[in-house]
């Protein structure tokens, strides 16, 4: 029963991953699709690893809620309370949110350094009215790029491995009908995605290769 449930959360994270053009890649022949599982399943123990130290480091923030920390299909998502990282229709960094975002970049850089970063900025569903943004797409794209450039400019992280996207409102964790819910679709998350490359061709397949490359000549007598 739990190999068939690990071997559904492997399917669906493949699926997300080449959803959201993550280089995992299938190579038809012969190297087998377990080997991608088996690299899929150790980069999944490393970003357990790295939610335990996150967990250990974010200690405080996680207990006055704001931050908190998930495996999903997509990845390792931390999930950052708006309100505590912006001024209501602002996209600047509060200055006393510097300090939570400087341990998770350590992280980041420190202990995995290999893997891609997606960052998402959200919003409730409150129309824009006097902050000067032309809709909350606007809004949440700007915060996750103020997030993307503290993380580069700032903290050293490698633009290569970072994006940013804005979803505004519609990618909601929460009802927008009371204040705690529209509190709790304001959002930037940071996801730690799993990376694959396309698996090197074993030294089996080589002279079957050259044996291959033969037959054209065997033809032509």
Request: aromatic share 4%; proline share 3%; glycine share 8%.
């Amino acid at each position: 029963m739990k190999a068939k449930l690990f071997l559904g959360v492997i399917i669906g994270l493949i699926l997300s991953l080449g959803l959201i053009g993550c280089t995992f890649i299938f190579q038809t022949g012969r190297r087998s699709d377990m080997q991608k599982i088996e690299q899929l399943s150790q980069q999944l123990d490393e970003l357990g690893q790295t939610k335990k130290l996150l967990e250990e480091r974010l200690n405080q923030e996680i207990q006055n809620k704001e931050v908190s920390l998930k495996m999903g299909e997509r990845g390792l998502v931390i999930n950052m309370v708006g309100d505590v990282l912006f001024d209501s229709g602002k996209a600047k960094i509060r200055h006393d949110a510097h300090a939570m975002l400087d341990k998770i970049a350590r992280v980041l850089k420190e202990n995995v350094a290999g893997l891609n970063i997606g960052i998402e900025g959200h919003t409730d569903n409150q129309p824009i009215r006097v902050s000067g943004w032309k809709s909350n797409w606007e809004l949440s794209t700007a915060r996750s790029l103020s997030i993307l450039h503290y993380l580069v400019d700032e903290k050293g992280i490698s633009p290569e491995r970072i994006s940013a996207i804005g979803y505004g409102e519609y990618r909601p964790v929460a009802a927008n009908d009371s204040a705690a819910d529209r509190k709790l679709n304001r959002r930037v998350e940071i996801v730690i995605l799993p990376q694959f490359t396309k698996a090197k061709e074993t030294k089996e397949a080589a002279p079957e290769a050259a044996a291959n490359m033969q037959e054209p000549k065997e033809n032509l007598k």
